[in-house]
């Protein structure tokens, strides 16, 4: 397959793109992550106030 030549304006916003998707990317890992962590941390805050883990439905 033949080579295209690419201009340098193109080159350019080939790499803002690729720039642009690793920034988009990296904020949706750094989301998850928090919100993870966060829920996670709600979790044992819950577990130390109830004291006892039970597989009992909650009350209603």
Request: hydrophobic fraction near 55%.
């Amino acid at each position: 397959m033949a080579r295209l030549k690419m201009t340098p304006m193109v080159r350019i916003a080939l790499w803002a793109l690729r720039l642009y998707l690793l920034v988009l990317l990296s904020l949706i890992a750094l989301k998850f992550v928090r919100g993870f962590a966060e829920r996670k941390k709600e979790g044992e805050s819950t577990q130390a106030a109830v004291g006892v883990v039970t597989n009992q439905p909650p009350a209603r």
